[in-house]
């Protein structure tokens, strides 16, 4: 995608969308994690860049833009939305990089402090069910876990072994890029390889 903006700067001047890292918490996150997981992070900023790439704090509105037309695509979109939206509209399509793609974890857990420790025990345990997978597959916009459930997905096979789905760990190396000074150096070098050509044009 970065050579492709590189190539052809005309085409995908202000018809690109992505994230706000600086109002968007999922932003930051898929962002900073970008920047842990690709040696060519810098060099897609700087093509995000190039493209004066129009930057939002919510999934919904920059969906609405690529239907819409204003956009061609947007980058880093939480899969699980946009796979629900390209269910109901023509106009949506999901593509699924082959180099990595970025997975959040959801987690779910019990609190020792807990008052009804047995239903939340069966609460937990109705969610990894199969019925409970169900429900999440037809009534949410998530993705089923069970492989066996007909998901609110693509119709791309998300099981392709060509993918590099690359799962954020939940563990203290996200608290990294909560450190104050971190973030601050970080939205600032954004800023400048993303924003920066917007400001001054």
């Not at 791309?156 to 104050?180: K, R, S």
């Amino acid at each position: 995608m970065a050579s492709a903006m590189r190539i052809d700067d005309d085409f995908f001047v202000h018809k690109v969308g992505s994230y706000d890292a600086r109002s968007s918490g999922i932003g930051y996150l898929v962002a900073t994690q970008d920047e842990v997981t690709s040696s060519i992070s810098g060099r897609l900023q700087e093509s995000l860049g190039r493209a004066r790439t129009k930057v939002y704090g919510q999934t919904a509105m920059l969906l609405d833009d690529i239907a819409s037309g204003t956009l061609i695509f947007g980058y880093n979109l939480l899969g699980s939305y946009s796979f629900a939206r390209e269910k109901r509209d023509n106009r949506i399509g999901v593509v699924i990089p082959q180099d990595y793609a970025l997975v959040v974890s959801r987690a779910v857990f019990i609190s020792k402090q807990a008052k009804h420790v047995s239903n939340a025990q069966r609460f937990v345990s109705f969610l990894i069910s199969k019925e409970g997978q169900e429900v999440i597959a037809q009534k949410s916009e998530l993705m089923a876990l069970n492989p066996d459930i007909d998901a609110l997905v693509s119709r791309q096979n998300i099981q392709d072994q060509t993918i590099n789905f690359h799962p954020i760990p939940l563990g203290p190396a996200l608290m990294v890029y909560l450190d104050d000074s971190k973030r601050q150096r970080f939205i600032k070098a954004w800023e400048n390889a993303l924003l920066s050509i917007n400001e001054n044009q």
